[in-house]
């Protein structure tokens, strides 16, 4: 849908106030088509209030926005790895060896040396790239369909 310069300063506070008749004019000075079919009076006008505020202050960042649309297009997320807080540890065994991982400030701390992610950990373990979060069990390896 395409939006139009907007002509008439519109009092935001004062939208959901007004009648539907009003809200439908707006709509058509605003998109230069009718609004949805059956759009009751409180949702035109939330529908209007979002389309101010995106003119004034700018709409979605480009990343929200990429995930919106990939989600509306039915493809589903990768899951995010769990944010881990100073303290915690993260514990491997790899060929009968455990290592142990602890969360700092910096980064994660592995044999007295600090790294800024795990996958470099799980490479200083393995001597092959893995993903760190998935090789410390955080994230579950993606299910064939």
Same mark, same amino acid.
């Given at each position: ?83 881990? %807080? ?55 390896? %993606?299910?064939?369909?």
């Amino acid at each position: 849908m395409a939006r139009r310069k907007r002509s008439v300063e519109i009092d935001l506070d004062r939208l959901v106030e007004r009648p539907r008749d009003e809200l439908v004019a707006i709509w058509l000075a605003s998109f230069a088509t009718k609004p949805p079919r059956g759009s009751s009076q409180a949702f035109l006008a939330r529908l209007l209030a979002y389309d101010l505020q995106v003119e004034a202050r700018g709409g979605l960042g480009p990343r929200l926005e990429k995930r919106l649309l990939s989600l509306a297009a039915g493809e589903t997320p990768k899951p995010a790895a769990p944010k881990l %807080k100073p303290g915690a540890q993260l514990m491997r065994t790899w060929n009968g060896i455990t290592h142990r991982v602890d969360v700092v400030e910096e980064g994660y701390r592995y044999r007295d040396e600090t790294f800024t992610s795990l996958s470099a950990i799980a490479k200083a373990i393995t001597g092959t790239h893995w993903s760190g979060p998935r090789f410390f069990g955080l994230v579950s390896r %993606k299910k064939a369909a």
